[in-house]
């Protein structure tokens, strides 16, 4: 199928090794940079963005590349800022990409695109669509620091029951997602980037 930047996809994406499910769907322009689907991420999960990321396709991988060269090991990414998605997926011909948020703990997603859509003339930016699922909080210690609070919340016996209701709160349900909180939060970086109008001379 040929796609361009007029168009539109449904993406799936997928916090992987993490219990209960945590989904996203959301429909992006084909012509989002990475940086800004980056920032679309981290608004539909939602992460604070203070940890360092990477998107990456085949043998290809896309951030804000550090000019000292230091903070990816030496290794020089890919310009986020100067890639689309529509770039992406011409240069790798992939159907699914990989998102990973703090190399520490290690949140890696899986992103498939699901459907390819025409864009209306006014759309230009990303919706969520849906969200299933509790973002786990962050610095916890990666998927398995997770599972490990998520055990110890729910057995008031456990050593670590009181650190984990510290951590969660009482009331944790990491089924219960705030899906309309999520939807703003997206709609926010829209309306940002949503061209403003010319001023008459």
């Not at 322009?29 to 998107?55: C, G, N, V, Y």
């Not at 290690?106 to 390819?116: A, E, N, V």
Request: net charge negative.
């Amino acid at each position: 199928m040929t796609v361009s930047q007029r168009d539109l996809v449904r993406l799936k994406v997928t916090l992987d090794h993490v219990k209960p499910k945590v989904e996203r769907w959301l429909v992006v322009p084909l012509k989002i940079r990475l940086d800004r689907l980056h920032q679309t991420l981290q608004a539909a999960m939602p992460w604070t963005d203070s940890h360092l990321w990477e998107f990456s396709a085949g043998d290809m991988e896309w951030s804000i590349p550090d000019p000292e060269g230091d903070m990816y090991g030496g290794f020089a990414p890919l310009d986020a800022r100067k890639t689309t998605l529509l770039q992406l997926l011409n240069e790798t011909g992939v159907k699914k990409l990989t998102y990973v948020y703090d190399f520490g703990d290690g949140w890696r997603h899986t992103i498939k695109l699901d459907r390819f859509h025409s864009m209306p003339v006014e759309f230009n930016a990303p919706f969520l669509v849906e969200a299933w699922g509790l973002c786990p909080p962050e610095d916890c210690g990666g998927p398995y620091g997770y599972a490990d609070l998520l055990a110890a919340l729910a057995d008031p016996s456990h050593e670590d029951h009181e650190h984990a209701l510290e951590e969660l709160g009482e009331d944790y349900d990491p089924s219960v997602v705030p899906t309309g909180r999520l939807k703003e939060l997206v709609d926010e970086l829209a309306e940002q980037w949503r061209p403003k109008p010319r001023k008459p001379r």
